[in-house]
Nanobody, 124 residues
Framework: QVHLEESGGGSVQPGGSLRLSCAVSGFTASDGCMGWFRQTPGKGREPIVTIAKDGDTTYVDSVKGRFTVSQDNAKNILYLEMNSLKPEDTAMYYC??????????????????WGKGIQVTVSS
């Protein structure tokens, strides 16, 4: 059984940083795709970044240069380092995973394993 659990969210001022962690069980990096999505009130879930089993990453344009995804394969933890945070980054953030041998499409429907989500609020 696959289980994903996010931690590290909270409130931060604009320009600040946060690091989200996702503890994973029942799934490893070699099983396929992992990544982070987010959702704001009134909007659908949108991809932030996906990472394939070969380490290839795909970032959405709005976070390129500010967010970085990484994995600790020994501990089976996925991280999202978020810098230069903006108020528009305020959202519920979700860790995701899907079994795949190919490209990791940044689409909600491609991921069947989701964490419960964690809130990130960027406000002065």
């Amino acid at each position: 059984q696959v289980h994903l659990e996010e931690s590290g969210g909270g409130s931060v001022q604009p320009g600040g940083s946060l690091r989200l962690s996702c503890a994973v069980s029942g799934f490893t990096a070699s099983d396929g795709c992992m990544g982070w999505f987010r959702q704001t009130p009134g909007k659908g879930r949108e991809p932030i970044v996906t990472i394939a089993k070969d380490g290839d990453t795909t970032y959405v344009d709005s976070v390129k240069g500010r967010f970085t995804v990484s994995q600790d394969n020994a501990k089976n933890i996925l991280y999202l380092e978020m810098n230069s945070l903006k108020p528009e980054d305020t959202a519920m953030y979700y860790c995701v995973a899907a079994r795949s041998d190919g490209y990791c499409y940044p689409a909600v429907g491609r991921y069947n394993y989701w964490g419960k989500g964690i809130q990130v609020t960027v406000s002065s």
